[in-house]
């Protein structure tokens, strides 16, 4: 199994970016997949979930608004455009894939720090 994200970077505030998260190695239509991030000394959080076939998101209160997940089942790949970019959106994003507590797995994650 290999979730594995690009796109992260430093934007500037008010900017914006898309997070890609490209699967390997199980079925991926079947898994919700989500986003989640960790800024430093802080715990991880849930930014945005999507369900197998994508006809349910959930977005965190930080983000709703000026995020947007989506998925493409053909490419086996997550993504989530985020836009309005704040300090405070800096942290690593991590993607996950679950499909119970038994098929949960993670990404190595990837930087996104907003700075001017």
């Known amino acids: 199994v290999q979730l594995v994200e690009s796109g992260g970077g430093l934007v500037q505030p008010g900017g914006s970016l898309r997070l890609s998260c490209a699967a390997s190695g199980f079925t991926f239509r079947y898994y919700a997949m989500s986003w989640y991030r960790q800024a430093p000394g802080k715990e991880r959080e849930l930014v945005a979930s999507?369900?197998?076939?994508?006809?349910?998101?959930n977005y965190a209160d930080s983000v709703k608004g000026r995020a947007t997940i989506s998925r493409d089942n053909g490419k086996n790949t997550v993504y989530l455009q985020m836009g309005s970019l704040k300090p405070e959106d800096t942290a690593v994003y991590y993607c996950?894939?679950?499909?119970?507590?038994?098929?949960?797995?993670w990404g190595q994650g990837t930087q996104v720090t907003v700075s001017s």
């Open positions: 999507i369900m197998g076939a994508g006809d349910s998101t």
């Open positions: 996950n894939a679950r499909w119970s507590t038994l098929f949960d797995y």
